[in-house]
T-cell receptor, first 110, second 113 residues
């Protein structure tokens, strides 16, 4: 599976959009991009995933570049409860060995 | 709907002891997996299963055994606990292999002394 690169941390103000970047330059054509987050020491929580097109759900938007080598997770109106570690993962089905990496720590400040 | 249930939540073992971490899901998911998370690190895949009777190794399988006799249950066995296995263990399930949402349990915090 392709590896991902994320900055270690970032912060944003409450109520503002949080844009979390992820580089995955070695992604292959059949690999999806997934985002999960982990609040404190809880189990990771799924946020969103996509293949080529941009995706949006009630939690976030996922913007994937045309060459698919990078993506951005957008939390449109960050709240204090969005403070967490966010993991960008790429991978696909059978026999893949997905790794979460260290993720990016998002701190939302009041 | 309980989702993914892990037991116990906390456990302290002595070096050399064996134990089984339990994981059960009630969503009829085919795919289940075990991860460990060490302090300040991401999750690392230990073992996974694509269905009852089928298991395979992940990134860090040494020291752990798994079996999948039913769709619902995927226990993780530590045969002879070592301090290096002190970690937080997460079980996850999904309808298939990662092309959909994966659901995680709340974790088992294991300390080996």
């Amino acid at each position: 599976d392709a590896k991902t690169t994320q900055p270690p941390s970032m912060d944003c103000a409450e109520g503002r959009a949080a844009n979390l970047p992820c580089n995955h330059s070695t992604i292959s054509g059949n690999e999806y991009v997934y985002w999960y987050r982990q609040i404190h020491s809880q189990g990771p929580q799924y946020i969103i995933h996509g293949l080529k097109n941009n995706e949006t759900n009630e939690m976030a938007s996922l913007i994937i570049t045309e060459d698919r080598k990078s993506s951005t997770l957008i939390l449109p109106h960050a709240t204090l409860r969005d403070t967490a570690v966010y993991y960008c993962i790429v991978g696909t089905g059978a026999n893949s060995k997905l790794t979460f990496g260290k993720g990016i720590t998002l701190s939302v400040r009041p | 709907n309980a989702g993914v249930t892990q037991t116990p939540k906390f456990q302290v073992l002595k070096t050399g002891q064996s134990m089984t971490l339990q994981c059960a899901q009630d969503m009829n998911h085919e795919y289940m997996s075990w991860y460990r998370q060490d302090p300040g690190m991401g999750l690392r895949l230990i073992h996974y299963s694509v269905g009852a009777g089928i298991t395979d190794q992940g990134e860090v399988p040494n020291g752990y055994n798994v079996s999948r006799s039913t769709t619902e249950d995927f226990p993780l066995r530590l045969l002879s606990a070592a301090p290096s296995q002190t970690s937080v263990y997460f079980c996850a399930s999904s309808p298939d292999l990662w092309n959909t949402e994966a659901f995680f349990g709340q974790g088992t915090r294991l300390t080996v002394v």
